[in-house]
């Protein structure tokens, strides 16, 4: 038998396709009585997938806000990978539809890092960064601190951003592992408006508690 042979049989030549969805937060948000999720679905190979994620928010049988990307990515380093395409944001105002380029990976003390730059129509650009770190507390129970901040290069009235720091978001979930694939979570989600965005909004500041689960197949 031939290597390339032997190699096709066992799979051994890294050319394996697979795929996985992940929900990583699908939660009751108790301040605004709102549901929010984050998740991420891809496909490829070990070297270049085909990566979609959606965020959002879901209050009083409307969704006031969606961010939905398609990316490229294709591994660049141990542990970093980046990434290309295209964001489409959604809900309260027009729709906006950006190119993405960003890197994504892990930084050291096991930091899950994301950071993206955005360039829109009009002249608009925008800078996306977020980071979450578990900690186990057992093998199955983990605590995970969680930031993400947003900026814009300039003014956006009709969906209400301002330029600059438009807001941060911290949280801290607990969640419990029933099975690798199936954790149910509490915690407190923070977020706080800056500047223009601010002055656009009713309210520049709130906190809430939530409860949740993260699954994944």
């Known amino acids: 038998m031939s290597a390339a042979q032997m190699a096709e049989i066992m799979a051994m030549d890294d050319a394996a396709r697979f795929g996985m969805v992940s929900i990583d937060r699908l939660e009751w948000r108790d301040g605004s009585d709102a549901i929010g999720w984050e998740g991420t679905a ?17 209050i009083e049988d409307e969704t006031t806000h969606t961010r939905t990307e398609l990316l490229w990515d294709r591994v660049a380093s141990r542990w970093w990978s980046v990434q290309a395409g295209l964001r489409h944001d959604s809900g309260d105002g027009p729709s906006r539809t950006w190119a993405a380029l960003g ?41 995970q601190p969680q930031l993400e901040f947003n900026a814009y290069g300039k003014d956006d009235i009709e969906r ?22 199936f954790a149910p979570y509490i915690g407190v989600h923070w977020k706080r408006l800056f500047g223009g965005t601010a002055d656009l909004a009713s309210d520049d500041s709130e906190s809430e508690f939530v409860a949740g689960f993260k699954v994944w197949f």
Do not use: C
């Open 160 to 181: 209400g951003i301002g330029s600059g720091l438009s807001d941060l978001e911290a949280g801290l979930r607990l969640r419990y592992e029933i099975r690798r694939e």
């Open 42 to 58: 891809w496909y490829g190979g070990d070297y270049n997938k085909l990566v979609l994620k959606s965020e959002g928010e879901w």
């Open 103 to 143: 890197a994504e990976g892990l930084a050291p003390y096991w930091i899950d890092m994301e950071a993206t730059l955005y360039v829109g129509d009009a002249g608009r650009t925008a800078v996306r960064f977020e980071g979450s770190h578990d900690m186990r507390v057992t093998q199955r129970l983990i605590l």
